[in-house]
Nanobody, 119 residues
């Protein structure tokens, strides 16, 4: 089991920055992949960025060169640094953790944090 708690959302003007944090209830070094997803009103949840236990990163095309995902294993925390924010980045952002236990994939989700970008 993994509990995830996000923080850092809020209201920001276009062009501004925010940093989201996701604190995990256990050592994230043992978690295969951690990532951030977002869901805007009326839209499906979409991948924003993921980072593996080995440090490999993958980003959605819409956020490349603006967002950076990182992890601090000592703090059991994953971050999403968001720069040059646009109104279309407005969404609820969810932290995700993926583990494989006895050959089965388990997905864990945080409660979400709202990010609103005003034009």
């Amino acid at each position: 089991q993994v509990q995830l708690v996000e923080s850092g959302g809020g209201l920001v003007q276009a062009g501004g920055s925010l940093r989201l944090s996701c604190a995990a209830s256990r050592n994230i070094f043992s978690i295969n992949t951690m990532g951030w997803y977002r869901q805007a009103p009326g839209k499906q949840r979409e991948l924003v960025a993921v980072i593996t236990a080995g440090g490999s990163r993958n980003y959605a095309d819409s956020v490349k060169d603006r967002f950076t995902i990182s992890r601090d294993n000592a703090k059991n925390t994953v971050y999403l640094q968001m720069n040059s924010l646009k109104p279309e980045d407005t969404a609820v952002y969810y932290c995700n953790a993926v583990t494989y236990e006895l050959g089965y994939r388990h997905d864990y989700w945080g409660q979400g944090t709202q990010v609103t970008v005003s034009s």
